[in-house]
């Protein structure tokens, strides 16, 4: 089992920037792909992006695609989220997540994942 803790959050400025960091703990990291997710008030919680083990795989919903960008360090133990062009629809609770099983393959769907973070709040102002 993996332990998350997502960091980076805060209160920015619609077309800011963030940059959102997961630090994992307690398994082995570099074994399972890991994917974003968020959740806006009053909403289902929905996939943003997802990563395989070695980086090159990336995989995201299509309304962040050439806006964010998924990241991983296996050396840190860390995957990072950079957001850029925010929107104020972007406003979210955002967490990461380990998946479920061994692998490189991603996944959009929150049953494929085991492992969450406790969420970082993200909050974009227009």
């Known amino acids: 089992q993996v332990q998350l803790v997502e960091s980076g959050g805060g209160l920015v400025q619609a077309g800011g920037s963030l940059r959102l960091s997961c630090a994992a703990s307690?398994?082995?990291?570099?074994?399972?792909?890991m994917g974003w997710f968020r959740q806006a008030p009053g909403k289902e919680r929905e996939f943003v992006a997802a990563i395989g083990l070695s980086g090159i795989n990336t995989y995201y919903t299509d309304s962040v695609k050439g806006r964010f960008t998924i990241s991983r360090d296996n050396a840190k133990n860390t995957v990072y989220l950079q957001m850029n062009s925010l929107k104020p629809e972007e406003t979210a609770v955002y967490y990461c997540?380990?998946?479920?099983?061994?692998?490189?393959?991603?996944?959009?769907?929150?049953?494929?994942?085991?492992?969450w973070g406790q969420g970082t709040q993200v909050t974009v102002s227009s």
């Open positions: 997540a380990a998946a479920a099983v061994r692998g490189s393959i991603v996944y959009s769907r929150l049953s494929a994942y085991r492992d």
């Open positions: 307690g398994g082995t990291f570099s074994s399972y792909s």
